[in-house]
């Protein structure tokens, strides 16, 4: 006999970074709007955690923006209604957002966003390129005929470097620990990160790509970090690296990872996110045997959705009573 168990849910994996928010510092509380237009799982949300929704007036103090775009409309209705002290975005990512959050004259307009929520589906899926690419499952699956070259490397005890130290970094090396890797992150501070071996700053960058074997791109996509990985980081990298993009599609130069997996200089490359994004068809990476590619896929609306509407519950609370809030973003370094 067999008996049904409930299916293990994604959790957030930076619920317990709360940046607490002085009294002079908090939005003034109020009815709260979702837009483009209302989702009933994010309306009940607000009401869990005792909001108030209602449509768009002079009234509303916070507003959930659900569009992973529009920043133009988003842009027209802050300047619109100035009364609104608070938005939360729906990505972990906010560069979609970037001109508003620069262009916008409200220094006093908290905003906050999904950092961390979606790190458990995200990093999964990191996780699987990995393996993917060092078991060179993109050629097995471009194969017609039976192969006699013995191909692949494990995972177990290699140098993982992932640049990045947010909520997908942190749940990939978690995952990674069963394989005994040795993870190098590498970000803005050298304030350690639990789990890792070593945490360098992003100067360090040149220095630690010359002895891994799997370099995951988890960071955030702003000015500073456009082209993070260009021709001369790949030149850095041994041929037996392989590249792993689940963040944004510029931060890797397109023509340069190119010119790279064509050469030889790096192993295999797999992407999640493109630049173009999406790919255009005939593009040389969908021919590219050292390439996988998937449509930005890391997760989906299923996996996402119970996600950010957690996370919209904690924020309200946090705008109605103690303004601890979850997310919070800085406008001045985008993320």
């Known amino acids: 006999m067999s008996s049904k168990t409930e299916s293990v849910q994604h959790q957030a994996v930076l619920t317990d970074e709360v940046t607490p928010l002085p009294a002079h510092r908090r939005p003034a509380p109020g009815p709260i709007t979702i837009l483009p237009r209302p989702e009933p799982a994010f309306s009940r949300a607000v009401e869990a955690a005792g909001g108030t929704v209602t449509e768009l ?55 906050t966003s999904a950092k961390g929520a979606y790190a458990q589906p995200v990093a999964e899926h990191a996780l699987a390129l990995t393996l993917a690419l060092l078991r060179v499952l993109p050629k097995r699956a471009r194969a017609e005929g039976w192969s006699t070259l013995s191909e692949g490397r494990s995972l177990y005890g290699l140098n993982v470097t992932i640049i990045g130290a947010g909520g997908i970094a942190r749940e990939l090396i978690r995952l990674l620990a069963p394989f005994g890797t040795h993870v190098t992150v590498v970000r803005r501070s050298t304030e350690p990160v639990p789990g890792a071996a070593q945490t360098v700053v992003t100067d360090a960058l040149s220095g630690v790509l010359q002895t891994s074997d799997v370099v995951v791109v988890a960071a955030a996509l702003t000015g500073g970090t456009r082209h993070l990985i260009g021709r001369a980081e790949l030149e850095l990298m041994r041929p037996e690296t392989v590249l792993v993009n689940i963040a944004r599609g510029p931060l890797v130069d397109t023509d340069a990872l190119v010119a790279a997996l064509a050469a030889g200089t790096i192993a295999g490359a797999a992407l999640d996110v493109t630049d173009p994004e999406p790919l255009p068809q005939g593009h040389p990476l969908w021919a590219e045997a050292r390439c996988l590619i998937t449509p930005h896929s890391a997760d989906t609306p299923e996996m996402t959705a119970p996600l950010l509407a957690e996370r919209i519950r904690l924020n309200v609370g946090a705008f109605l009573a103690d303004g601890r809030y979850v997310g919070v973003v800085d406008p001045q370094i985008g993320y």
Do not use: M
């Open 57 to 111: 007036s002079g009234e509303t103090r916070g507003l959930i923006w659900l569009d992973y775009g529009r920043a133009d409309e988003l842009r027209a209705t802050l300047h619109a209604y100035p009364g609104i002290g608070w938005v939360q975005l729906p990505w972990a990512g906010v560069d979609a957002f970037s001109g508003v959050l620069a262009g916008l004259d409200r220094p006093d307009l908290l905003w």
